[in-house]
Nanobody
């Protein structure tokens, strides 16, 4: 599967963005999906994950309540809605797909993801 992330940009603190990740192929619904981010000088970190059917989600604790992951399997697209953005949310955001997941499984571990998008830059100004 090929992934294309989009929707990043420059936003003021307190603003919102919605990232999209378009997937190629007809098996999108078989993949567990996730979002990660990497800030300058920092390691890539887990942001959110969603199960194959979209019924189970997982977030890194610090982002719960501000970020929302969702997917549209009919449109082969993954989303990340980001609200109340802060300067510390500035990073390159990556979407990723994990094969071989069971129903309801969500994955935090980057090594389980076999496919990665190219990343989209999010910059939050203070």
């Amino acid at each position: 599967v090929q992934l294309q992330a989009s929707g990043g940009g420059l936003v003021q603190a307190g603003g919102s963005l919605r990232l999209s990740c378009a997937a190629s192929g007809r098996t999108f619904s078989l993949y567990g999906m996730g979002w990660f981010r990497q800030a300058p000088g920092k390691e890539r970190e887990f942001v959110a994950a969603i199960s194959r059917g979209g019924t189970v989600t997982d977030y890194t604790d610090s982002l719960k309540g501000r970020f929302r992951i969702s997917r549209d399997n009919a449109e082969n697209t993954l989303y990340l809605r980001m609200n109340s953005l802060r300067p510390e949310d500035t990073a390159v955001y990556y979407c990723a797909a994990a094969p071989g997941v069971v129903t309801g499984e969500v994955i935090r571990t980057p090594a389980r993801y076999s496919y990665w998008g190219q990343g989209t830059q999010v910059t939050v100004s203070s």
